[in-house]
């Protein structure tokens, strides 16, 4: 597509809007964009031509002629997402639409000496089964740690036993294509931004719940990455110095209270039931249920028991939890009730800081919410600010591959982001959307 630096990033621009805001009609990008009528006619004429844009429905008009709506088109481009977790990998392929065409999951030791390796190993696998139609613009990562910058892709997370790690320059090196790496919960921030809530608002907070704690502060329509790409260590906050120990080395953070592992430790401290928990040494000890009954014999190893089955699986563990309290166990109710409380005070200290529109929950936690929700409700309002306790606080439908979709949405949002924030792996992708529609 010939053109001037203008010209491009011109045309970027109406892709972003469009990406952002849904389809509109040419009268309506000329006056978000303050472009002559004449330019956007051109521009769009092109981007159609190219097979980037296509003509919709008419918008009715009051008087006059019905104005023609523009959109994206999905099969334009596509990107692969990669979740990293403490033991599996999640990969997606995603169209610029955010139509998922594919997933697939994979074991993966980050701990293991040549994690970078068998990382690059798992991509390059499926990149090489999802090559064709749409072309595939590039990879986006997400991990749950800090990264210096989301071209250079060097990762510090603790959870994963990674200092310093040079995940993009790795991939970048076997793969030869774009490779963005970023925090998870910031990925996404990312994809509402662009296919979420997010369209609609400038200033919001994503809040994620479940293994971790996370959270992403989107100012301005940008996610607000720190000086270091640290900003949103949410989970890190310190709830009681006396508190529990956290993976992080600190001691009573908000993730060690509310995180899974921090639930499961308060549920066996009350002797929870796990309602349709079959995992070996998932049931509770002798003792419990009965008030005032001291610990029975072998009830010490059943509690070691259970802490390690928690460890090995403590979504599941969780999700079990869940059920018991669904299904009337008091104990179960209020680790839940107080975990929310707990979560809901410490986001009222991040709303009244940042001052957002509107706070998005994600995450495996959200299945269940509604225990959640009685603490956390009532324990926000209280702590807000005046003129901020009618804020909207909105819970979003979860599956195993929104992680990857999230890193997904890294690649498919620098063709929308007029500012380059992805710097040269940005233009990259770019580059490769503009030469795959040539």
């Not at 949410?234 to 001691?251: I, K, M, N, S, T």
């Not at 049931?283 to 249920?289: C, D, L, N, Q, V």
């Not at 225990?371 to 926000?380: I, K, V």
């Amino acid at each position: 597509m010939a053109g001037t630096d203008r010209g491009d990033l011109t045309r970027t621009a109406i892709l972003a809007l469009l990406g952002t805001g849904g389809p509109l009609s040419r009268s309506e990008i000329a006056r978000g964009l303050d472009l002559s009528p004449a330019t956007v006619t051109q521009l769009t004429k092109e981007l159609i031509g190219h097979g980037m844009l296509e003509e919709l429905d008419l918008k009715p008009s009051r008087g006059g002629r019905p104005a023609q709506r523009l959109g994206l088109v999905g099969s334009a481009g596509r990107a692969l997402g990669v979740k990293v977790t403490a033991d599996h990998l999640v990969l997606v392929d995603v169209r610029l639409d955010g139509e998922v065409l594919g997933s697939w999951e994979r074991p993966h030791d980050p701990a293991a000496p040549d994690a970078l390796e068998h990382l690059a190993d798992a991509v390059e696998s499926v990149v090489r089964e999802i090559s064709g139609v749409p072309p595939l613009l590039g990879v986006g990562v997400g991990v749950p740690g800090s990264v210096d910058d989301q071209a250079v892709g060097t990762v510090n997370a603790p959870t994963l036993g990674w200092q310093a790690m040079p995940v993009g320059e790795r991939l970048r090196r076997r793969l030869n294509l774009p490779v963005l790496v970023e925090n998870d919960v910031n990925a996404l921030a990312a994809a509402e931004r662009l296919y979420g809530r997010g369209r609609t608002h400038s200033d919001f907070l994503v809040l994620t719940i479940g293994r971790g704690v996370g959270a992403a502060i989107v100012a301005d329509g940008r996610v607000y990455r720190g000086a270091r790409g640290g900003a949103g260590e949410f989970g890190h906050l310190q709830v009681d110095p006396e508190g529990p120990p956290c993976g992080c080395g600190a001691r009573g953070c908000l993730e060690a209270f509310v995180g899974s592992a921090g639930l499961l430790a308060t549920a066996r401290a009350r002797e929870a039931l796990t309602q349709g928990d079959d995992r070996p040494g998932a049931e509770r000890g002798s003792g419990a249920g009965r008030p005032g009954a001291g610990p029975g014999p072998g009830d010490g190893r059943r509690d070691a028991d259970r802490a390690e089955a928690d460890a090995r699986d403590p979504l599941g563990a969780v999700a079990a939890l869940g059920r018991a309290a669904a299904g009337g166990d008091v104990a179960a109710r209020e680790v839940f009730a107080e975990a929310g409380t707990i979560l809901g005070r410490a986001t009222a200290g991040l709303i009244n800081v940042v001052d957002p529109e509107v706070v998005v929950v994600l995450g495996e936690g959200t299945a269940d919410w509604p225990l959640w929700r009685t603490g956390f409700e009532p324990a926000l309002r209280a702590q807000l600010y005046p003129g901020r306790r009618d804020i909207s606080v909105e819970v979003e439908s979860w599956d195993d591959t929104s992680w990857a979709q999230g890193a997904a949405a890294l690649v498919l949002a620098t063709p929308f982001d007029s500012a380059g924030a992805a710097g040269e792996q940005g233009r990259l992708v770019r580059a490769r959307l503009i030469g795959a529609s040539s």
